[in-house]
DNA sequence: TGACAATGTTACCGATCGGTACGTATACAT
DNA sequence: ATGTATACGTACCGATCGGTAACATTGTCA
């Protein structure tokens, strides 16, 4: 009831977003503490504590709380694939200059001081149930990365594409999971190195 | 520390501190649970339930849940480095086929139906906060497991020994991680022959 | 047997969990 | 103005969370 703030005249004219206003606050909030801290950490008070509305908005926009995590994973999965899409655009048909140049930034990624690994990594430890809606995401997400790091081994010319591939998905996992273990100077900033190393020694001599 | 299993019906000789019955119980259906469901997942109510004891039992052996956890992971600790150490002690002094040895195992584990990843690193993803008792288990655990591996990366005789140990350490991780991630048929199935192809690619020419 | 300590049990605490019934404020078309 | 649809807020729900006070039972010694 505080909201005496109504100096501006007439309507907004910019925003015109025809989502509810609230609900693209509360993604943006819940993304950043399910990230953080974790999503079985917080709560939906607090989420919409943060965003400044009430529950009612949030499950008006959101059937549940498992929903409101798969849609941040669903934002995140979108974010991801551009991130790796651009490592891909900017070494065309060199696949593995792509993965070097993807690995180099999630190594240097790892060394932040407040990396908290995949969001889809780590909501799949969080929710070991299959059919549990953000772990639905995860899955689909990381099926298609296998899939899509094998396509490139075998692009390369690998002498086992599948067994490359997996190797390269083992170090990626490895690197999400150890740069929010160890924290600076961590193995996962090596990740591009062994990976090179890696295809080095899995191409056809 | 008294360690003689003895059969003597008499007194206890051997076990001078008798620890709670009802204690290794608990301890017991909490390892299960927590590394099954996660710790956050799971309720102290349940466990008591479970352990066919009630909650007061519980807090008079440990100091509360967050405590209960730690010493879960202390447990797991242990019989991680037997694992680790037998695969060491199947072969003396071959360090590459120490490490062979542990990862197949590893690999083979990963393929089992109720596989959950590691204990420590699942702690790790659900506590990230630094002081929690159960993520200073799991990260002094990963950082001796980070020591041992360079160690014997460098014993292999390892252009760059570091870098090597750190990429065991990340196919390692990553191993855990796709092992509950993809079920059967996923990617950690080939740790040992991609630690087997990266070694021979770090040794010195 | 009696004394004592360890262990187990009943019943309860305040806080927080995810989720909802229901009334209110605002915008636009008629 | 008035109807109507949509967005938002107040207040509340039962269940469960981790944790505890007070009491009953048990086993082990002298």
New binding site residues.
């Given amino acids: ?1 505080s ?1 005496m703030k ?1 100096i501006e005249p007439t ?1 907004n004219a910019d925003d015109v977003a ?6 693209q606050k509360i993604l943006s909030v819940a993304r950043d503490l399910f990230y953080r801290q974790g999503i ?1 950490a ?5 989420i919409v504590k943060r965003a ?10 959101f ?6 995590a798969a849609s941040y994973l669903r934002q995140y999965d979108l974010e991801f694939w551009d991130r790796f899409d651009e490592a891909v655009a900017a070494h065309p048909g060199d696949p593995r200059a792509q993965i070097a140049a993807f690995l180099t930034r999630v190594g240097k990624r790892t060394q932040k001081a407040d990396y908290r690994g995949c969001g889809m990594t780590n909501a799949a430890v969080e929710y070991p149930e299959r059919s549990h809606p953000a772990r639905i995401v995860s899955e689909a997400n990381k099926q298609e990365l296998r899939r899509r790091l094998r396509a490139m081994a075998a692009a390369m010319g690998a002498a086992d594409a599948d067994t490359l591939g997996d190797g390269l998905l083992l170090l990626i996992e490895g690197a999400y999971i150890s740069g929010q273990l160890f924290g600076l100077g961590g193995p996962a900033q090596s990740v591009a190195r062994n990976a090179d190393l890696l295809i080095g020694a899995s191409l056809k001599k």
């Fill in positions: 009831m909201r109504s309507i025809p989502p509810p206003r609230a609900a079985r917080i709560g939906v008070d607090e400044g509305v009430t529950k009612p908005s949030l499950y008006r926009s059937p549940s709380k498992d929903e409101l």
